[in-house]
């Protein structure tokens, strides 16, 4: 991985954000990447305003924790804006949480997958402020046939590397014999994968009743996990994020595990 990106962290004043930001300052802390603290206005004319109470809330982050920080004020679309940001910076990882983003009230499932789906960079995505021990030791890692899950295998490298963490990958059974074969595929290239990076690991199919989301969930909730890592499905479409894609309901988890979530990339089929 290259190393001295960026980490973002979009930031509303709001208890959402602080968490995602005392994530931010963990992953800082140990990888020394500096954090953009990064707010999107309706109008131009505010932008001063903000600029000046983010610089102070970095100012206060830097003071206290001992972290690269700097402000960042933008008016506009998030959807546009934050993946331009990460665009232009090269950002290495957003950090956001959920409810993020003064006037689009809470920033749920949804709208947080829309913003999540346009970025080139991974996001964690978090519900509440970081465990009291601050190290991730389990993340849980779900399996299915799409190949763009492979995507995400280089991040578990990197996750390894920076929390000292043991993955726990899991799939559910399905009766669709060509699914079931893509599937076992990609179990076999993660288990390869973890293997060849000396990266502890254990395999676990889960109860296929319910969905690989609502398995996962409660399965990362019973092994006490600190993180779940998934890939967003390529080419979303309007309906997922009406009706709830399967990484809609994993990012709003009502255990407020957080939520690594990878993009496929464009060549991906």
Not at 7 to 30: G, M, Q, R, Y
Not at 200 to 205: A, I, K, P, R, W
């Given at each position: 991985m290259t190393t001295n990106k960026p980490?973002?962290?979009?930031?509303?004043?709001?208890?959402?954000?602080?968490?995602?930001?005392?994530?931010?300052?963990?992953?800082?802390?140990?990888t020394n990447y500096p954090i953009i603290l990064v707010h999107i206005t309706k109008r131009q004319a505010d932008n001063s305003e903000y600029t000046q109470k983010l610089t102070t809330k970095a100012n206060e982050v830097k003071q206290q924790y001992g972290v690269e920080i700097s402000a960042l004020v933008r008016t506009g679309n998030i959807f546009n804006q934050i993946s331009d940001i990460i665009a232009e910076t090269n950002a290495f990882i957003a950090i956001m949480g959920t409810h993020g983003m003064k006037g689009l009230q809470k920033l749920t499932g949804s709208w947080a997958l829309k913003v999540i789906t346009g970025s080139k960079a991974p996001f964690i995505v978090v519900q509440d402020r970081p465990q009291s021990n601050a190290d991730v030791t389990k993340i849980v890692l779900p399996m299915d046939f799409k190949l763009e899950e492979r995507e995400k295998l280089v991040w578990t490298a990197f996750l390894a590397n920076v929390t000292k963490c043991k993955f726990y990958i899991c799939y559910t059974e399905i009766g669709d014999e060509i699914i079931q074969k893509r599937t076992i595929s990609n179990i076999k290239?993660?288990?390869?994968?973890?293997?060849?990076?000396?990266?502890?690991?254990?395999?676990?199919?889960?109860?296929?009743?319910?969905?690989?989301?609502?398995?996962?969930?409660?399965?990362?909730?019973?092994?006490?996990?600190?993180?779940?890592?998934?890939?967003?499905?390529?080419?979303?479409?309007?309906?997922?994020?009406?009706?709830?894609?399967?990484?809609?309901?994993?990012?709003?988890?009502?255990?407020?595990?957080p939520v690594m979530c990878v993009n496929p990339k464009a060549g991906t089929k």
């Open positions: 980490i973002i962290v979009p930031w509303d004043f709001s208890e959402k954000a602080e968490f995602a930001l005392l994530h931010a300052v963990n992953f800082s802390t140990i290239a993660a288990c390869t994968y973890l293997e060849s990076k000396g990266i502890n690991y254990e395999l676990h199919q889960l109860p296929g009743d319910e969905g690989i989301a609502k398995e996962t969930i409660k399965f990362a909730k019973q092994i006490e996990s600190g993180m779940i890592l998934i890939t967003t499905t390529k080419n979303i479409k309007f309906q997922d994020y009406v009706l709830g894609a399967a990484e809609q309901q994993i990012i709003a988890n009502d255990s407020k595990i």
